[in-house]
């Protein structure tokens, strides 16, 4: 499918800026406000090319500074894509994470309509390593361990790194998790009792950046959550998601 270019005129431009806010707003903050209009109504879609900086700076009689302003906090907030020498594109939208909620990543991604794939790194029995904050005062003895990588069609969207209790999962090791993942099985042997998850903003480690695809530099949501059946604590995971690729969702009701 080829890139569809955003064909609009500087007349076109000018009037959705002087809608995007009032003349006492900043001028960055209206040229936000436009192009995120112009997102979340449609106009705009997911890859489409939008007007250069050149025909912006044209169009609404503004610095280039501000112009670029814009672009650079857009592109942070996740809505553009800019690449150097080509132009400017609508970003695919963000994967919601449940906040509150347990759920398969295969059936979070198939409900979107994409497509779900697992690239396992290794699946073992190790000794427990109780400086591991992962497994700290929680698990002794043996314990399986697994590394893998989910895939949304072909982008890395998630490195989990998981550490099980083997009396409450016997058969962990030998899964084939490229068919079924690791919480769609924990879920038939060891039914959720209840779960914990802690949410950080990091930097992913040297291996798992190499995983997802990114840079060092670019910051990682992180999710620790730890599952416990009605017999005890069944898993530990530590799951690194890109924070350009996702955002977490939940509700709640007041008291």
Known sequence: MGVRIVAIVD???????NDAGTESAPAYERVKNLVVAQINSGHWSEGDQLPSENQLVAALGLSRMTINRALR??????????MMGVGTFVAPPKTASPLFEVKNIADEIQRRGHRHRTEVIYVREEHADTANPVIQDLMRGKVFHSLMVHFEDDTPI??????VNPSEAPGYLDQDFTRKTPNNYLSEVAPLERGEHIVEAVLGSADECRLLRIKRSEPCLLIRRRTWSARGLVSAARL?????????????TGQ
């Open 11 to 17: 007349a076109e431009l000018a009037a959705l800026y």
């Open 73 to 82: 906090e857009l592109t942070a907030d996740g809505l553009i894509v800019r």
């Open 158 to 163: 998630q490195v989990e790194d998981r550490y």
């Open 240 to 252: 690194v998601h890109p924070g350009s690729r996702n955002r977490l969702e939940g509700t709640f």
